[in-house]
Structure formats: structure tokens, C-alpha cells
């Protein structure tokens, strides 16, 4: 399974628009990008998943470059609410073995 | 829908006792795990299972053992629990069916702690 790379923690401010890169240099052709949400003493909240370009929900974005060798999440108008910790994964896309590294802890200050 | 149900919430075990972690999810799920996550780091994969009667190692199988019966249950057990075994731990199921789809659900957790 690829590894990832993404940074330890960001700060931001309630209304700006927060973007974390995670890198997977050794991406597989058949390997999905999927972003998950952890809060304090609860499980991981998927996110989005992309393949290639650009993913879009009622949540983020997910922008992935050609090369899909890095890729960005976009939360966009952050609140405090979004204080957490955020992981890239890259996989089969099935969730099997599925392996979360450190994360991103991002700070919301109002 | 209840999701992904893990029992108890919290448990506290004293060195070389055992105990069974349990996991049931009501979405018909074929893919099921466990994780456990020490405090301020990201999730260990324990174990996995793909179907019923199908199970797998992950990164960190050492004393811990799994059965999967139904395809509704994966029960973890701890056979001699031990301090380094402190931590909460994590059940989580996905549909295996279409890549790309395999979005992974997670429990509320379990907290264990070993004296």
C-alpha cells in the first residue's frame, strides 16, 4: 500500500478556507485518494474519494493533480466545528487494509 | 439504522486477564476491522476478515485473536491482556462491492485499559 505524507498540524481562522496536500509518491494506477475525519473519542468520518481531478461534495473538495502523486483537500469557510484530525489514505478504494498514518491536526480559532 | 456497534464503551482488565471485544454492524457489510489508536497517534490495523469464515492479519496482530461466524459480527479477543495493550480500539466495516466505493464506517469505540 502507497505511502502517505501530510503535515503534522495547521492553524486557521472560522471563515477562511483550509487546504492540507498529502503526498503518495508510489500511488498504484488502481489506487483511490480518500480523505477521513476524526474528532476527539470518536471513530474516523469519511469525507471524499477521488480518483483523478476534481471531487466535489456538500463537505470539501479533493483536487488531484494528473500525475496523482499529491493531492489537496479543500474544507472551504472553516468553523470551529472543523477542529480535527484529518487523514489521507490512498487504496484499492474498498477500504480493505486499510492504513491511516499520522493525520493532519487543523486548529480552528475564532 | 444502527451502523457499527461496539461493546462496552469502556473496560478495565487487570495483566493476564481475557476479555472479548464485541462488533456488529447491520449493513450487511462483507469487509470488517479492527483498529486500536494509542493517544495522539493515528490507527493501528489489527486484524481484518473480507467474509465470513475469512480473516487476516494486519500491522499489529500480537495478542489478539478473531473469528468471523456471521457476516454481521467480528468479535476481538485479547487471550492474556497486558498495560501495552492500553488503548481505544476501533471496529469499522465497508461494502466490498464496486472500487471506489469502499467507504469505511466506523464504530464509537472501545477504551480499554489494563492494569
Known amino acids: 500500500l502507497a505511502k502517505t505524507t501530510q503535515p503534522i498540524s495547521m492553524d486557521s481562522y472560522e471563515g477562511q478556507e483550509v487546504n492540507i496536500t498529502c503526498s503518495h509518491n508510489?500511488?498504484?494506477?488502481?489506487?483511490?485518494i480518500t480523505w477521513y475525519q476524526q474528532f476527539p473519542s470518536q471513530g474516523p468520518r469519511f469525507i471524499i474519494q477521488?480518483?483523478?481531478t476534481k471531487v466535489t461534495n456538500e463537505v470539501a473538495s479533493l483536487f488531484i493533480p494528473a500525475d496523482r502523486k499529491s493531492s489537496t483537500l479543500s474544507l472551504p469557510r472553516v468553523s470551529l466545528s472543523d477542529t480535527a484530525v484529518y487523514y489521507c489514505?490512498?487504496?484499492?478504494?474498498?477500504?480493505?487494509?486499510?492504513?491511516f498514518g499520522a493525520g493532519t491536526r487543523l486548529f480552528v480559532k475564532a | 439504522n444502527a451502523g457499527v456497534t461496539q461493546t462496552p464503551k469502556f473496560q478495565v482488565l487487570k495483566t493476564g486477564q481475557s476479555m472479548t471485544l464485541q462488533c456488529a454492524q447491520d449493513?450487511?457489510?462483507?469487509?470488517m476491522s479492527w483498529y486500536r489508536q494509542d493517544p495522539g497517534m493515528g490507527l493501528r490495523l489489527i486484524h481484518y476478515?473480507?467474509?465470513?469464515?475469512?480473516?487476516d492479519q494486519g500491522e499489529v496482530p500480537n495478542g489478539y485473536n478473531v473469528s468471523r461466524s456471521t457476516t454481521e459480527d467480528f468479535p476481538l479477543r485479547l487471550l492474556s491482556a497486558a498495560p501495552s495493550q492500553t488503548s481505544v480500539y476501533f471496529c469499522?466495516?465497508?461494502?466490498?462491492?464496486?472500487?471506489?466505493?469502499?467507504?469505511?464506517?466506523f464504530g464509537e469505540g472501545s477504551r480499554l485499559t489494563v492494569l
Open positions: 489514505l490512498v487504496g484499492d478504494g474498498r477500504g480493505f487494509k486499510t492504513i
Open positions: 508510489n500511488i498504484a494506477t488502481n489506487d483511490y
Open positions: 476478515s473480507v467474509g465470513a469464515g475469512i480473516t
Open positions: 469499522a466495516s465497508s461494502f466490498s462491492g464496486t472500487s471506489g466505493t469502499g467507504e469505511l464506517f
Open positions: 477521488g480518483y483523478k
Open positions: 449493513m450487511n457489510h462483507e469487509y
